[in-house]
């Protein structure tokens, strides 16, 4: 099923989280497998009130709950704790081919700062209040970086030709972010290094970072 993408007037001071073991980029493509009664519970009130949700990486504890204790995995020898940035997800599709688990597709929106969360009696975690960062300023590549984007048009074209297509249409090579984020996204980076890469607010300089790892590893 389609959906419409969440009112750009989301109240981010009770914004519904969603703890992953993974990074979500703005413009980013995030599949998720959801069974446990509280993401239940959240999807059907994001397709209900045409809204999102963030997506947060977690540093610490698990995804999924011990629903025979009806609390996280851990609690008290390993808490939950994840990073204050994220992004916003919404719903490009949902699918029940099975009673009680949904497959969702979602895509990145704008990235958010947490002042702090809390847990609710359901286990779902809401932000106390939450800041929209500054989308990425549209930027060339830098010349210096044409092997990068090169290297991610055939990436693209191998993939296509596997019958996976991994980004979301339009592809942007003439954007420095969204290169950048591209390659994040498929590289075998670190999650925390991931993460900082994602949270970083200058795009040219993440392409950089990204250019330097590419040609240490010999991809370009």
């Given at each position: ?9 989301l109240p981010l001071h009770a ?105 609710r009696p359901d286990g779902l ?62 590289l075998p980076i670190p999650l ?29």
């Amino acid at each position: 099923m389609n959906t419409s993408p969440p009112a750009p007037d989301l109240p981010l001071h009770a914004l519904p989280l969603f703890p992953l073991g993974t990074v979500l980029f703005p413009d980013g493509v995030l599949a998720l497998k959801v069974f446990e009664a509280r993401y239940l519970d959240l999807m059907g009130w994001c397709l209900r009130e045409g809204r999102g949700f963030g997506v947060v990486t977690l540093i610490q504890g698990g995804e999924v709950r011990d629903e025979g204790r009806g609390e996280a995995r851990g609690k008290g020898r390993d808490p939950v704790r994840f990073e204050a940035v994220g992004c916003l997800a919404s719903i490009a599709e949902c699918d029940a081919d099975q009673p009680g688990i949904l497959m969702v597709r979602c895509h990145g929106g704008r990235r958010f700062e947490l002042d702090g969360a809390s847990q609710r009696p359901d286990g779902l975690w809401v932000a106390a209040r939450a800041t929209l960062l500054s989308a990425d300023e549209p930027a060339a590549p830098l010349p210096e970086h044409a092997g990068a984007v090169a290297a991610l048009q055939r990436a693209v074209i191998a993939l296509d030709e596997r019958g996976d297509a991994p980004f979301k249409l339009p592809l942007r090579y003439d954007d420095a972010g969204w290169v950048a984020n591209r390659w994040c996204e498929i590289l075998p980076i670190p999650l925390a290094t991931r993460h900082k890469l994602m949270a970083l607010q200058d795009p040219v300089a993440r392409l950089g970072l990204v250019d330097g790892f590419l040609r240490r590893h010999k991809i370009v």
